[in-house]
């Protein structure tokens, strides 16, 4: 029961940033794309499931990772849109997102998108990118939070 208690109060706050994250793009012009939610069954059909799945697992070993997925979405599309340059890793020369400054202790929740990204190129290989797994990860950690109180 105290489970459930904590989970409200974290539902609303997950609902209220996805309001302010996904609403703004259904006002994008018609000559952007924009990702449906079956615009992977014909090419990769168990996209959905597989990562539904591996939300709900992070979210049963971490009730705050939810609001560290769509904190990741957000941060991504923030600046210069949803592209996935906050998962880039540290490169010769070249500083990836996941340790730049504002976000080396302060963004969680990237070996749950590796671990996710790493089995759906096993089942899809190049097919799914890295922005897309990641909105799709930010929408099922809110709907999963929203729609029930013990995963």
Known sequence: MATSCRLIPLSIVCMSLAVAVFVPSTLVSAGHSLLHPSFYDYKCPDLQKLVQSKVEAAIRRDQRMPAS????????????????????????????????APNLNSARGFEVIDEIKQEVEAVCPEIVSCADILAIVARDSVFLVSTSTAI
Do not use: Q, Y
């Open 69 to 100: 997925l769509l904190r990741l979405h957000f941060h991504d599309c923030f600046v210069n849109g949803c592209d996935g340059s906050i998962l880039l890793d540290d490169g010769p020369g070249f500083v990836g997102e996941k340790t730049a």
